[in-house]
């Protein structure tokens, strides 16, 4: 499984992603979600994965070129005038990596399948997020879902529809985010640290801050400490529940 | 898809359900899915339900030997001794009623599947909790697991697990229980209002409370909306983040 969630802030973009990949409980490894392309002063194009990992790296690779000689390489993303092309680019990608498996007739249980997010500035337009399904289609984000959640969905889910705000801060932004990946690490095994994130400012035109969250870090380790006492807390906060008959 | 929560703590026990039931987003509607067994003094039993409707409604019909008249009933697990003989009483019924559908070679989408959760307590023994699996095999809460959820169960878990405390009351138990149900009504269209909520006071051998809690419940909305500030609120108690480089 894997946790990454995309998002969009006032401010700008805000990517997290978990870095464990499984097949079963005790064949885990560590492997980077989080891919990014840029021309600086131009264009910043930031990629996460979920799904089956030879997809998901065959799909990068293809992107960044890598049939080509290194001299020869010139990704075609890099070309793309808009995010929307970009976009579609991928999920052409994503879906002949997809179906080159399947057709060849092979199955597997996970059935080759990847979901992606991605995210983005194209000078000339606003910064834009799309969800990339393995049929290649995608939607984008907008106002009233403003960020896109892959892979282990649900646990993380809560905290961000309750507590997101356009108008947070990327220290802000990251903390919501540490919150919700916590939330989903200590529920599900598949997903684990350490952590990637990225953040992109609007107009930048060049990749933010960049940071990996490991299980030694002190900030991550005083939020997942944290946040049970918070939330005991914020409970404590809540008006007493009293039953009808009494 | 339903949402059901049976927890124990140092008081008894506590039982919430919701009592939506969809077959498809189109076909809803509103069934109960806690049933109770006491006799007064020696023995109370309640039985929460997730998965096939047809199936579960057999279960309890079964067990409330809905097949002979109403003078002969007499349910055998009113007279079992113990509740782990309760459990698989209700283990097998729940199996063969699966096996008497999927047997007659008819197939479904949801294959009949359903998971109870069975939590009582009979005279002579401590109050138990047990999760009963489509098999008909289960098992049983302890100090370490101290309760469990059937249906639509991730949203709502991480309060559960961040928050739980057997020394609570049964009205902070109740509390507690409502924000984890609003996570999972917000997020997911299967769960539904009302909730069905229910007490069991160790030793009493009396069903304790029990209260329906619908749409128009005035605490029930406070709990809704309150729990998005309080959330917001923890939030900002927790330290901020600075990324490494800056």
Partial sequence: MTYCVGLRIDKGLVFMSDTRTNAGVDNVSVFRKMFSWSRRGERVMTLMTAGNLATTQAVVSLLDERSKAPVDRNPSILEAPSMFQVAREIGETLRE????????????????????????????SEPRLFMIYPEGN???????????QIGETKYGRPILVRAYDPAMSFEETVKLLLVSF????????SVGLPIDVQ????????????????????????????????????????????????
């Fill in 182 to 189: 916590d939330s989903t690490i200590k529920a599900n095994l």
């Fill in 199 to 246: 953040t992109y400012e609007t107009d930048s035109f060049e990749i933010g801050r960049q940071q990996r969250i490991g299980a030694d870090d002190a900030y991550y380790q005083s939020i997942s400490t944290g946040w049970g006492e918070a939330l005991s807390q914020a409970l404590r906060v809540l008006p007493d529940f009293t039953f009808a008959d009494g």
């Fill in 138 to 148: 995608f939607v984008e984000a907008n106002g009233d879902t403003p960020f896109f």
């Fill in 97 to 124: 990596v997809i179906n080159s498996n399947a057709m060849s007739g092979q199955t597997a249980d996970s059935a080759f399948n990847a979901t992606l997010i991605l995210g983005g500035q194209i000078k000339g």
